[in-house]
T-cell receptor, first 117, second 114 residues
Framework: AQKVTQAQTEISVVEKEDVTLDCVYETRDTTYYLFWYKQPPSGELVFLIRRNSFDEQNEISGRYSWNFQKSTSSFNFTITASQVVDSAVYFCALSEAQYFGNEKLTFGTGTRLTIIP | NAGVTQTPKFQVLKTGQSMTLQCAQDMNHEYMSWYRQDPGMGLRLIHYSVGAGITDQGEVPNGYNVSRSTTEDFPLRLLSAAPSQTSVYFC?????????????FGPGTRLTVT
């Protein structure tokens, strides 16, 4: 069975600080897909990134970056120079390859990030 | 495109009542699914569908029924609501190729069962 662990329940940082959200996953598949979603206070789920297990390159998008390490089964998310608008709950999720197309996602419990002005 | 729409946005039910949560998408996506979100538990898959006429159970299917008669619609039925079904419900659809494939989520339905 697959599992996603987000050990950080809540994080608070002062604006402009960098912050890293941790995600550790478990799966028996060799091919799988990892995701990050943002849930702002308004409640909708905002897609941030999808990463395939066979693509280990890290990715940067503006102030956001993701560090994927298969050796430690981690897919961590870093926000650089945080802003108040980054305050949200962030979810990491996993989909195994056998479900490709079905996209049955297993979510972590989320990390609530608060940026203090 | 309207994307994934859900109705109602809010609903209060009494224990034992039945209701249907509506979900529709106008993107011609094959795959649709229902998740529930509870505090401290993330989102959990209830039911999913890989196409019209085909549905299957997810992680927490008990107390819920689904059907998929068209590509566009995927309603979730609560036959006899229980307080344990108080939650926020999200519908999602997906399509796409390779790196672009991802779930599109609706805005959610907040359900309270008293």
């Amino acid at each position: 069975a697959q599992k996603v662990t987000q050990a950080q329940t809540e994080i608070s940082v002062v604006e402009k600080e960098d912050v890293t959200l941790d995600c550790v996953y478990e799966t028996r598949d060799t091919t799988y897909y990892l995701f990050w979603y943002k849930q702002p206070p308004s409640g909708e789920l905002v897609f941030l990134i999808r990463r395939n297990s066979f693509d280990e390159q890290n990715e940067i998008s503006g102030r956001y970056s993701w560090n994927f390490q298969k050796s430690t089964s981690s897919f961590n998310f870093t926000i650089t120079a945080s802003q108040v608008v980054d305050s949200a709950v962030y979810f990491c999720a996993l989909s195994e390859a056998q479900y490709f197309g079905n996209e049955k996602l297993t979510f972590g419990t989320g990390t609530r990030l608060t940026i203090i002005p | 495109n309207a994307g994934v729409t859900q109705t109602p946005k809010f609903q209060v039910l009494k224990t034992g009542q039945s209701m249907t949560l509506q979900c529709a998408q106008d993107m011609n996506h094959e795959y649709m699914s229902w998740y529930r979100q509870d505090p401290g538990m993330g989102l959990r898959l209830i039911h999913y569908s890989v196409g019209a006429g085909i549905t299957d159970q997810g992680e927490v299917p008990n107390g819920y029924n689904v059907s998929r008669s068209t590509t566009e619609d995927f309603p979730l039925r609560l036959l006899s609501a229980a307080p344990s079904q108080t939650s926020v419900y999200f519908c999602a659809s997906s399509y796409g190729q390779g790196k672009t494939r991802r779930q599109y989520f609706g805005p959610g339905t907040r359900l309270t069962v008293t």
